[in-house]
Nanobody
Framework: QVQLVESGGGLVQAGGSLRLSCAAP??????IGWARQAPEKERGFVAAISWSANKYYSDTVEGRFAISRDNAKNTVYLQMNSLNPEDTAIYYC????????????????WGQGTQVNVSS
């Protein structure tokens, strides 16, 4: 069974930063990224990165968040800066052989999620 293991969530004040990590032990994903789901809202795309390190961001996070990957460690990171209360959500790692599946929040593989809370 494929596992995506997230870490790094927590509570931060508005304007602060957090870094999320997603490890995929024993499995190499060509495309991997992040989605988030706030209370009573649908899960939506946040960021994605291809094997060749092409990066994609939603409009709401571009310029504040940065996605990166360490292929040797099968790990992807999401550096989140200038956080605001609207960023409060459960953040899910997502992986798929098809990049479009991540961009449309329909990947084959999801992590269990990590909670991010931003206080005002």
């Amino acid at each position: 069974q494929v596992q995506l293991v997230e870490s790094g969530g927590g509570l931060v004040q508005a304007g602060g930063s957090l870094r999320l990590s997603c490890a995929a032990p024993g499995r190499i994903f060509t495309n991997i990224g992040w989605a988030r789901q706030a209370p009573e809202k649908e899960r939506g795309f946040v960021a994605a990165i291809s094997w060749s390190a092409n990066k994609y961001y939603s409009d709401t996070v571009e310029g504040r968040f940065a996605i990166s990957r360490d292929n040797a460690k099968n790990t992807v990171y999401l550096q989140m800066n200038s956080l605001n209360p609207e960023d409060t959500a459960i953040y899910y790692c997502a992986a798929d052989v098809a990049l479009r599946s991540i961009l449309t929040s329909g990947p084959d593989y999801w992590g269990q999620g990590t909670q991010v809370n931003v206080s005002s």
